[in-house]
């Protein structure tokens, strides 16, 4: 598990579909990361970056209901798996691992 | 409110997108539209949804195309290339022979074709250039023509113009260079000054621009009305006013409209010129030269309607209405002359024969052209050369695909016993062929953007390569020919391979038992293809050879005068009324250092064309053409021209200022018997009558023109001769203007050339008040007269050479081959006792018997073609017979070296070796 191939955006859609839980369909999760990290995410990006998470399981997805402001089109939830949640943790145990390497006086800029 | 979603956003990503994920993608995408158009406008909306299809346009989402079982195809194509490359790959010395020599004959065409589109191109860019006409003069003296002339008299363009109904507008210009000395400047008073040359300096009526159609930056052509109205080219105006000048306000001081030009040193046509317009610089491909353009003020005195007022050095062209009958309105101009008396005196016909504006530039070569002539022959010769090259190109790819894919029988004849049909062998040939003529065709695109620069900086030629400027129509030209030659090339070379190769007999070529030789059609062909190849070579040889020894013949001439060593500066201080003392100084100066040995005033130098006069012996009416140069004391012991009979002017004699001296061909054309008899005989100039010399010396001759002419009967006068120039009333006469425009100076033979320049420059200034030194070598001036030889010499040189390097890159092929197929039989006589040489020489024989039916097919069409060529010259090199020896063997030894090669290689193997396999 050292090695795990998530990159820095594929992580924020990730984590972002984690915070969404069950309402984290293609929308939502680009309402969300754009209103919470104040950053553009274009459609395409994002799609991708869902499928291709999809494809290595760190998510799975389910069909849900379908609106008429969607053109009676259905959603898509996308809900991360475990092996999503292993990889997001190991992720953020080797950030943590390096923060804690850092020694104390390589941060203090006078 | 449920609005209208743009459906061909929509459409494009159903046809694209994986159709697992379309649906919820889909509503994805609607729902942001929804939200969003209501925040925006709807065309907003939507141009943000179909940007959004876009950025999902993405290898990911996208579905992977599946193709129908049913359809092998693909598959075929796909093994169609795998084994294109993969025998491309094994045979490594067959692939790179053809494509390079694919790629040289591609670069080698496309090169000349853009030097022939450029050629060919002249003056096409005016509009209505198709009724656009020069009007030359043609005399003819008692039915013989005697002078062409691509100037006019002064009246004619006005003339025509209102007694013609057929001419829309007409115009007429001369050179500056009659009315001023040739270097002047434009100053703008108090801010700037530029040379001008003043040759380039065009004094034009005020229709110039309703014939000639320049498009205008700056002014309006309307404006072209006042006299001393200027308008000058782009580059021009840059020197003179900035770059500013582009972007002014009209009215504002930055704008060039309406400023003041004044010319230095001014002289009687104008002291002031008023800019009304500037235009674009006048393009390389158009015959008409000019720096500036002025409404000069002749045009519009009572002289510019007298015939012979003014020489004739009035350039006139007429644009007819559409749809004018030529023949009709050149038969009504030709008329137009015969009322008037001036031109018809003394027997004389002058013609006005029209040219066809986009024509001049190849097709006229008349005495004062504006710009030296091109050639049309040359150019249609030249792409002749080039079509050749791509040909023996294609023939190379032919022959060694053919000798090659020999190895590929049991390839061809699996296929065949699997079941494939003749028709998709050959489509499998037709792909190689494709894609070795896609390499060639790349390559030589590289090679034409590495090689242009180094082809126009060895010729001298101005060639730009327009393969990136998309919308541009010589861009667009230059695709569609390369991809015209890459389709037709790649047909062409595939469909001869493809036939042969799926010929083959299945189960003979399974068998191992088909010799690889083809039948005997097949065998003839290839043989003729190199008969063919060879003859080429020999003949581009021999043509190369010829131009090169004509050209050096003509450069190595006795030209009966001395061209080494010789300096010529144009003298800008002619009017100076100071010049002769300061030319004393200058010479003195000069010869403290033991500088020259001769220094000598003239009115023009060998090379140069000066203005001719018509001459006859007092007591006839049989004129003829001379020309007529004035010189000094010092010009004959100068230029080392012999005596042949009398004497040389001479300070001893002031009446020299009345005698006139000539050369034997002036001698001949007047009619006396001998030189002696001529001294002391009268002759007189055919305007003013009343101008009787003295013929006191014979000069021999010499060439005064180039070679290309015979030698000009010459009429020399001294410098300060004068003349009559009214044949009745006053007794007034007139010196000659332009009298000393050349100082001539033949350098110590002790003196070095390089270190000489600067002591002339040092003490030219140091003698004439600072002017600047304008000078020129005169070997080299007259040398250039033969620029177009040389160029043509260059040109017909390199295509030969990259012709002989095509076609021995395919001997080298080609033998390596039948050189291979042979080593059984090889080494059998090797162990039967044949030495080396013998076997070199079985492996040669059939090479040097084609190559010598090449010489019989090539040398009687050489010697046609270059007899054809070297007629066109007065004076011609001797065809000698090696001349046509000479490139039979040197195409021989270029074959023997590369059959040598491989033909020794092969000898010296160890038998054993080629023996032991079976």
Same mark, same amino acid.
């Given at each position: ?110 | ?217 700056? &002014?309006?052509?309307? /404006?072209? $009305?006042?006299?001393?109205?200027? #308008?000058? +080219?782009? *580059?021009?105006?840059? !020197?003179? %006013? ?8 009209? &009215?504002?001081?930055? /704008?060039? $409209?309406?400023?003041?030009?004044? #010319?230095? +040193?001014? *002289?009687?046509?104008? !002291?002031? %010129? ?14 008409? $030269? ?629």
């Amino acid at each position: 598990m050292n090695k795990v191939p998530l990159g820095e955006f594929e992580e924020i859609v990730l984590l972002t579909v984690a915070i969404l839980f069950d309402e984290a369909y293609g929308v939502s999760i680009k309402k969300e990361i754009e209103d919470r990290l104040d950053r553009k995410v274009s459609v395409g990006a994002m799609q991708t970056a869902l499928r291709r998470m999809e494809k290595k399981g760190f998510l799975d997805s389910r069909f849900g209901e379908a609106t008429q402001i969607r053109g009676g089109k259905r959603k898509r939830y996308f809900r991360v798996t475990p092996y999503g949640k292993r990889v997001l943790a190991s992720v953020r145990d080797n950030r943590n691992q390096l923060w804690e390497a850092i020694p104390k006086i390589a941060f203090e800029f006078k | 409110m449920i609005s209208p979603k743009p459906n061909w956003s929509f459409r494009f990503l159903r046809w694209f997108c994986h159709p697992d994920y379309v649906e919820d993608v889909e509503g994805d995408l609607e729902e942001i539209f929804q939200e969003k158009k209501d925040r925006m406008s709807l065309h907003k909306a939507r141009w943000l949804l179909f940007f959004d299809v876009i950025t999902l346009f993405r290898p990911e989402m996208i579905a992977k195309p599946h193709f129908t079982p049913a359809s092998n195809r693909i598959a075929m194509l796909q093994n169609y290339l795998l084994t294109t490359f993969r025998s491309l790959r094994k045979s490594k010395l067959y692939t790179s022979v053809n494509t390079i020599g694919l790629a040289i004959g591609i670069t080698a065409f496309m090169t000349i074709v853009i030097y022939i589109s450029q050629e060919l191109s002249y003056d096409r860019f005016f509009k209505d250039h198709e009724r656009i006409y020069r009007a030359t003069l043609k005399s003819y003296k008692n039915g013989e023509l005697s002078d062409q002339n691509a100037s006019n008299w002064i009246p004619l363009g006005s003339v025509a113009k209102t007694s013609l109904a057929e001419v829309e507008h007409s115009t007429r210009f001369f050179k500056s260079n009659i009315v001023l000395s040739k270097y002047v400047k434009f100053i703008l008073e108090g801010e700037n000054e530029i040379p001008i040359n003043s040759e380039k300096l065009m004094g034009t009526d005020s229709s110039f621009f309703k014939v000639f159609s320049f498009h205008f930056i700056k &002014g309006n052509p309307d /404006d072209f $009305i006042a006299s001393n109205s200027l #308008v000058l +080219p782009a *580059s021009k105006a840059d !020197e003179l %006013f900035g770059l500013e000048w582009r972007n002014a306000v009209p &009215g504002s001081s930055k /704008d060039p $409209i309406g400023k003041s030009i004044a #010319v230095r +040193p001014s *002289s009687d046509i104008a !002291e002031n %010129f008023t800019i009304v317009g500037i235009i674009d610089d006048i393009p390389e491909n158009s015959h008409l $030269i000019a720096e500036g353009i002025y409404h000069s003020s002749v045009f519009e005195t009572p002289m510019h309607l007298v015939w012979g007022a003014a020489g004739a050095e009035f350039y006139t062209y007429i644009k007819v209405y559409p749809n004018t009958n030529l023949t009709t309105f050149q038969f009504k101009l030709n008329d137009l002359g015969k009322q008037y008396k001036q031109l018809t005196d003394q027997g004389y016909i002058q013609d006005f024969t029209l040219q066809p504006l986009a024509d001049i530039y190849l097709d006229s070569n008349l005495r004062r052209e504006l710009k030296p002539p091109g050639n049309r022959v040359v150019v249609y010769a030249l792409f002749v050369v080039a079509c050749l090259v791509l040909l023996l190109a294609w023939l190379n790819y032919i022959n060694l695909t053919t000798v090659q894919s020999m190895e590929r029988f049991k390839e061809v004849g699996l296929r065949k016993v699997i079941g494939a049909r003749k028709i998709e062998l050959i489509q499998q040939f037709l792909v190689s062929a494709f894609i070795v003529n896609a390499f060639s065709a790349t390559i030589s695109i590289l090679l034409l953007i590495v090689a242009l620069p180094f082809f126009n900086q060895y010729l001298g030629t101005n060639l730009e390569l327009t393969i990136y400027q998309f919308g541009v129509p010589n861009t667009q030209l230059f695709w569609l020919l390369i991809l015209v030659i890459y389709l037709l090339g790649a047909f062409i070379s595939g469909i001869y391979p493809a036939l042969a190769l799926s010929s083959f007999n299945p189960v003979r070529a399974l068998k191992g038992k088909l010799i690889p030789r083809m039948n005997w059609m097949g065998l003839s062909l290839r043989n003729g293809i190199m008969v063919f190849q060879f003859a080429i070579s020999i003949l581009l040889v021999a043509g190369t050879l010829t131009v090169l020894r004509q050209t050096n013949y003509m450069q190595s001439q006795s030209l009966g005068f001395d061209k080494e060593k010789m300096v010529v500066i144009e003298n800008t201080f002619s009017n100076d009324t100071t010049f002769l003392d300061k030319m004393e100084y200058f010479k003195d100066q000069l010869a403290q250092q033991s500088f020259f040995t001769h220094v000598a005033l003239s009115s023009s130098y060998p090379g140069q064309h000066t203005m001719s006069w018509h001459h006859a012996k007092v007591g006839t009416e049989d004129f003829k053409l001379f020309t007529l140069i004035l010189v000094d004391h010092d010009f004959f012991d100068c230029y080392d021209i012999q005596l042949t009979a009398g004497r040389f002017f001479s300070k001893e004699f002031p009446s020299d200022r009345q005698n006139v001296i000539i050369n034997e061909a002036g001698i001949q054309a007047l009619g006396y018997a001998s030189a002696e008899e001529a001294i002391q005989t009268k002759i007189k100039d055919q305007v003013h009558q009343r101008n009787v010399r003295e013929i006191v010396g014979v000069a021999a001759n010499h060439h005064h023109s180039s070679l290309h002419e015979e030698v000009e009967p010459i009429v020399y006068l001294l410098t300060d001769a004068e003349f009559y120039y009214n044949n009745t009333g006053s007794d007034q006469k007139a010196s000659f203007n332009y009298n000393k425009e050349f100082i001539t100076i033949k350098i110590s033979q002790e003196k070095e050339l390089s270190e000489a320049i600067t002591t002339l420059q040092d003490t030219w200034k140091k003698s004439f008040a600072n002017g600047d030194l304008h000078f020129f070598f005169l070997d080299d001036r007259y040398n250039q007269q033969y620029q177009s030889e040389v160029l043509f010499g260059k040109v017909f040189g390199m295509f030969s050479s990259l012709a002989i390097l095509i076609a021995s890159l395919g001997l080298i092929g080609f033998i390596a081959y039948s050189v291979r197929q042979r080593t059984k039989d090889i080494g059998i006589r090797k162990v039967l006792g044949a030495s080396v040489a013998n076997l070199w020489l079985t492996l040669s024989k059939d090479y040097i018997k084609l190559i010598l039916i090449a010489c019989v097919v090539a040398l009687p069409i050489a010697y046609f073609l270059i007899q054809h060529w070297i007629d066109g010259f007065a004076y011609r090199t001797k065809l000698f017979w090696w001349l046509f020896a000479a490139p039979g063997v040197m195409v021989l030894v270029i074959a023997l070296l590369s059959v040598s090669a491989q033909a020794i290689r092969a000898a010296l193997a160890n038998p054993v070796d080629s023996l032991r396999n079976e």
